[in-house]
């Protein structure tokens, strides 16, 4: 390899077929008068600019398309000479790094000799030790591409902000499985907000068998086994249900809160009660019309009961999980989008409560198409001040531009998996702890189940991982029309062999 | 004892392959490898204005008549073989006792409305002073059992040496199709002139009596001509009439010991308003020439009204800026020549006007 080009923090390297550098690998560029390397990570793979390739190649295809066939009695053996000088690549980079006395600094402000330097390929073992990614408390992502794993540490997914994205079907959830799963293991409470019910066996292997984790896993379903009285309630979270889930105006708002009170006063804070006290109100027919149709629509999410027994303290999961650490996983599969509404306040309300009241220390939430619950003004709430009381959260999408550009840019951690629209690219691109092209250029051609990982957990040095597979009971499967159909149609035909 | 049979592998093309004589490309590899062993681990000087060599330029007969009147050709798709040759050479570079050169030929042929070739090298040369003569002279004698009188004269400047081995194997490559193709028509590059250094009027003699021989027609097509008729250009005198047609040329004669072998023409034969000076085989009667031409006419597609068959024998042995790349690459890595970047006083003298040697 030979350094060929440098235009501001792109490297353009020189490099021969026999070499076999791919995107994403790091190359060490070694200056030995200068005594420094610089760390450079390929972007992108052209053919480099050979003279006289368009005539090599237009004089094959003379006849209309069909390659002239014929014979080439090369005695010499120069064909090989030729290919090989036809095949030159050249390695876009982008400099990551300088490494000077094995420190690293993130400066990329000298120019390395174009004669006298020597270009290596780097590991991602060494690259990883020489940034000091691996910690005390580590998480195996996956393996690289040199077949080592890319080891991450718990402790730079604390306090941060996360994102998991990439398009339809290649791993995303997998990988927050991975995560959490990590987590647990390492005594860390989270909850989930499960769209799609996949995180509810956790605890159970792909076989059936329950895991290290089964008991640390309380799965929760709204209306199911997921249910609040009233009086188990704080106003605040009522509030925040009905204000911003049910959308129920000013004046309404201070008539329910009136209500609440001398309810909550008398210690007859049931529906049953509160339903009375709506229908018995005093007031403006259309206040009390609005109050009405909201406590109609709390009754029917079934998610609030009267039933002492039937409740579930979401409390108490999370002060099991404090000490050994647990997921609750909030199971909002079939639910609707009111009443999913109506879940997330309430979860989001109690943990803030909580997290507020140092009941708890902190929580890792993972958010799975939270655009689809998630009300407008948390987004930032969740970012800015719950970050404060202690919820790191983790997003998970396959809609990119549902997450808002400011959330890229404070986000300390991406895992990117492969998207190919152009679109998608350029929103992921926003996130300022990586460069734009690197995004554009690498995530395009991830294979399935391959992530970039960008930010604190690799110290920016972005790393493309194969996620290691988890012996995990696979829930998140999309239900197949021709699946069972295929299933009987082949059963049919083996009995079909069998019966002749 | 057991009679073993004959076992002959499969013919990869319905193209003729009689007994070939390989003579001269194992002589031209021996040559080449024992010419690049003398220059082993010595620093060479990359060509600075690569230029690729071909023909010789034509001298300036008298008497020359261009008939005004043009002979109208008719296509004949009847089914003939077309074959044609040519090859090239190239100056990689210069060493302190000589130059680095390569050759290669290329055959074309169309059958079955297929074109294809094969191709011959490259064959990289290092000739010095002191060589050239062993290099030229054995290659000649591989060619040559018969002994050409005209040869005698023959030792080239080193300058020359490019063009007179590609000649060589030029000449080499018509005698193989001249034997091997029946009933057909072979294209050369050029002219039908011979009696000059590299092209003894015997060595061409041979050449189209073979063919005459197997039934097939020479025709020599060239793409740049010096022949003028008052003094303009014979390919330029083109008459306003509706191609293909031939126009042709009378009295014209070298000074010996230079002979034409061919009858010359000036084809037009295509609208594409280009015209070729086209030398046929003088053996050959007039109207057998017409019809080799009507044959081509009706056998072979045309681009700028020249034929495909030779357009894509020149196009395979030209070399490409990315084979000698390569071919540098080659005398490097296997015979450990070093190369030198010995400054171009034309550059360094006028700057930006240096425009280099004009080749």
């Known amino acids: 390899m030979k350094l060929y080009k440098k235009e501001g923090n792109i490297l353009q390297i020189l490099s021969f077929p026999n070499e076999n550098a791919e995107k994403g690998d790091y190359l060490l560029i070694e200056d030995p008068d200068a005594n420094k390397a610089l760390i450079a990570q390929v972007i992108d793979v052209q053919f480099a600019s050979i003279p006289g390739v368009l005539e090599e190649l237009l004089r094959t295809l003379p ?16 064909a090989p000479h030729i290919t090989y000088i036809q095949d030159a690549s050249l390695l876009v980079c982008k400099t990551r790094a300088t490494l000077e006395n094995v420190t690293l600094s993130p400066s990329s402000n000298w120019l390395p000799s174009r004669s006298q330097s020597t270009i290596k390929k780097l590991s991602i073992p060494m690259l990883l030790k020489l940034a000091n990614v691996e910690g005390t408390r580590p998480i195996i992502v996956g393996s690289t591409k040199d077949s080592s794993l890319l080891t991450i540490d718990a402790t730079a997914v604390d306090g941060t902000l996360n994102i998991i994205t990439g398009k339809k079907g290649c791993g995303k959830s997998h990988l927050s499985k991975l995560l959490m799963s990590s987590l647990i293991g390492y005594k860390a409470t989270v909850v989930i907000f499960d769209l799609n019910g996949e995180y509810t066996s956790i605890g159970m292997t792909s076989d059936g068998k329950r895991n290290m984790h089964y008991d640390k896993i309380h799965a929760l379903t709204p209306s199911c086994n997921f249910k609040v009285a009233l009086d188990q309630l704080h106003l605040n979270v009522v509030m925040g249900i009905l204000i911003h889930a049910l959308h129920l105006p000013g004046t309404s708002s201070r008539e329910f809160r009136r209500l609440w009170k001398n309810l909550k006063e008398k210690g007859r804070l049931t529906l049953r009660e509160l339903g009375e006290a709506i229908r018995n109100l005093n007031c403006n027919q259309q206040v009390r019309d609005a109050l009405s149709s909201r406590y109609h629509a709390l009754v029917n999410s079934g998610f609030f009961t009267d039933n002492p027994t039937e409740s579930t303290l979401l409390d108490e999961c999370l002060l099991k999980s404090k000490d050994q650490g647990g997921a609750i996983v909030i199971n909002l599969r079939n639910t609707s989008t009111i009443d999913r509404q109506i879940v997330v306040e309430y979860v989001l309300g109690k943990l803030v409560d909580s997290l507020q009241s140092w009941k708890l220390k902190a929580v890792f939430l993972f958010a799975e198409e939270a655009h689809l619950y ?90 493309v991982t194969r996620v290691r597979a988890l012996d995990i009971k696979t829930m998140g499967e999309t239900r197949l029309f021709f699946k069972k159909i295929n299933q009987r149609f082949s059963a049919s035909a083996y009995s079909a062999e069998r019966n002749v | 004892m057991i009679e073993q049979y004959t076992i002959t592998t499969t013919p990869k093309y319905n193209f003729p392959q009689p007994t070939i004589d390989t003579t001269l490309p194992q002589r031209f590899l021996e040559q080449s490898l024992h010419s690049l062993k003398q220059v082993q681990h010595q620093p060479f000087q990359l060509n600075q204005q690569s230029f690729q060599q071909f023909h010789i330029s034509e001298q300036h007969p008298s008497n020359l008549r261009l008939k005004r009147q043009p002979i109208d050709l008719k296509p004949n798709h009847q089914e003939t073989t077309i074959a044609a040759v040519d090859t090239s050479t190239i100056k990689i570079g210069e060493t302190s006792t000589g130059i680095i050169i390569a050759i290669r030929g290329a055959t074309t042929w169309k059958q079955n409305r297929n074109y294809r070739y094969t191709r011959l090298g490259p064959f990289i040369f290092h000739i010095t002073e002191e060589n050239k003569n062993e290099v030229y002279n054995t290659l000649e004698r591989a060619y040559f059992n018969t002994y050409y009188p005209s040869n005698r004269h023959a030792t080239p400047h080193l300058m020359q040496m490019p063009t007179r081995l590609a000649s060589l194997l030029e000449r080499w490559l018509q005698t193989m199709l001249a034997k091997t193709v029946s009933h057909g028509l072979i294209l050369f590059d050029g002219s039908l002139t011979s009696g000059t250094f590299d092209t003894p009027v015997q060595r061409m003699k041979d050449i189209l009596s073979l063919a005459r021989r197997n039934r097939s027609t020479v025709l020599a097509f060239s793409k740049m001509t010096s022949l003028r008729v008052n003094g303009y250009l014979i390919t330029d005198q083109l008459p306003n009439h509706e191609p293909p047609y031939l126009l042709e040329t009378t009295g014209l004669r070298f000074k010996p010991p230079t002979v034409v072998l061919g009858g010359v023409y000036v084809a037009r034969l295509n609208k594409a308003n280009y015209a070729f000076r086209l030398d046929i085989d003088r053996e050959i009667p007039l109207q057998h020439r017409m019809a080799a031409v009507e044959k081509l006419l009706g056998n072979d597609l045309y681009l700028q009204g020249y034929p495909e068959t030779l357009r894509l024998a020149h196009i395979l042995c030209t070399f490409t800026a990315n084979e000698v790349l390569a071919m540098k690459h080659f005398i490097t890595r296997k015979h450990g020549i070093q190369i030198i970047n010995r400054p171009d006083m034309h550059k360094l003298l006028f700057g930006p006007f240096g425009k280099g040697e004009i080749s």
């Not at chain 1, 014979?71 to 120069?78: A, R, Y």
């Not at chain 1, 808002?404 to 300390?412: F, L, S, V, W």
């Not at chain 1, 604190?456 to 972005?462: H, L, Q, S």
């Open chain 1, 63 to 78: 006849d209309g398309g069909e390659p002239i066939q014929g014979e080439d009695i090369d005695p010499l053996e120069i």
């Open chain 1, 374 to 463: 998630l009300r407008e003004t948390y987004w930032n709430d969740i970012v800015t001040r719950m970050r404060h009381f202690g919820i790191f959260t983790t997003f998970i999408t396959n809609q990119p531009d549902t997450i808002r550009e400011n959330i890229y840019r404070q986000a300390d951690n991406i895992f990117l998996f492969n998207f190919t629209n152009e679109h998608d690219l350029d929103v992921v691109s926003r996130a300022a702890r990586v460069d734009a092209e690197t995004i554009r250029s690498i995530a395009r051609d991830l294979p399935p189940h391959h992530c970039l990982t960008l930010g604190k957990v690799v110290r920016d040095f972005p790393i």
